[in-house]
Each structure stands twice: as C-alpha cells, then as structure tokens.
C-alpha cells in the first residue's frame, strides 16, 4: 500500500495549486485522509483532513484559502490552494487513516504517509 502525492511546483504569489494523492494497493477502507505541511525549520502541521463520510478539518490560518476534496471511488485526495503567500512554501505530506491487506495480516492504521511534494510560493 501507498501514497501517491503530485501537483506541487512553483507559483507565484496569489495564484493557485492544486494537490493529488493516490492511496493504491490491497485497500480495504480509509477512513480519512489529510494533508500536512513542513516548512524548513518548522514542524509538520496539519493542513486539512477529511474523513469518508466527507467531514472536513482545516487549520484556522488556511480556511478560506484551502480546499479539500476526496474521490472515495478512486482513493484519493486532494488538496485546492488559491491565493497562495510565500509562507505556504513546504513540503505537503498526504497521510492515510486506513485498513489494508498485508497478504494474509489485515492492518489498520493512522500513519501511512506519502513522499511528499514540494510546493515553493514565489514572492
């Protein structure tokens, strides 16, 4: 099983992004996905998360600006940035909340993270 993230690059500042992730393998159900980011020398935040049921988390700084969206059918996730400032320049991580099949193990859990892709807000 694995994340899939895309879409990061370069913007310029006000201008729009647009993040995927693909959740692929022996996927039994998800129950969220969510997006965190890391800026150099800072933790990693949480971005947005959504759950199957479609309830939505954002951060407070980025309501408004950010949208989640989520295609149960295709497992995946993705991540509407408008309005982009320098300071949302990082490395976006997807991260599953999931059960799988490990061949004959079933596995659930919280933990499972994309590679991460980098998104750079020029000023």
């Known amino acids: 099983v694995q994340l899939q993230a895309s879409g990061g690059g370069l913007v310029q500042a006000g201008g729009p992004l647009r993040l995927s992730c693909a959740a692929s393998?022996?996927?039994?159900?998800?129950?969220?996905m969510s997006w965190y980011r890391q800026a150099p020398g800072k933790q990693r935040e949480l971005v947005a998360s959504?759950?199957?049921?479609?309830?939505?988390n954002y951060a407070d700084s980025l309501k408004g600006r950010f949208t989640i969206s989520r295609d149960n059918a295709k497992n995946t996730v993705y991540l509407q940035m408008n309005s982009l400032k320098p300071e949302d320049t990082a490395v976006y991580y997807c991260?599953?909340?999931?059960?799988?099949?490990?061949?004959?193990?079933?596995?659930?859990?919280?933990?499972?993270w994309g590679k991460g892709t980098q998104v750079t807000v020029s000023s």
């Open positions: 959504i759950t199957s049921g479609a309830n939505i």
């Open positions: 393998g022996r996927i039994l159900s998800i129950t969220a």
């Open positions: 991260n599953a909340d999931m059960t799988y099949s490990d061949y004959d193990v079933i596995v659930a859990t919280k933990d499972l």
